[in-house]
């Protein structure tokens, strides 16, 4: 099993917003939730990230 963290300021370059609205889509549900991997550190799980952006390119086409 290959398991990648990715931080928010990257996640917010592979999908091409800013912060705030990242957190906007997370707060309404409509993104995967990050998670804590230090007191101070959020991350997302790399695999579900992919997998938000197949189905938002999906509902493009």
């Known amino acids: ?14 999908i091409a917003v800013s912060r705030g609205t990242l957190d906007n ?3 309404r549900g409509e993104f995967p939730q990050p998670f ?3 007191p101070g ?3 997302f799980d790399a695999a579900e ?5 197949k ?3 999906e509902r493009a086409a």
């Open 49 to 53: 990230v992919e997998q938000w952006m």
């Open 25 to 27: 889509l997370v707060a």
């Open 41 to 43: 550190r959020l991350a």
């Open 36 to 38: 804590r991997i230090t």
């Open 55 to 57: 189905e938002r390119l």
């Open 1 to 14: 099993m290959d398991i990648q963290f990715i931080a928010p300021k990257k996640v917010c370059e592979k």
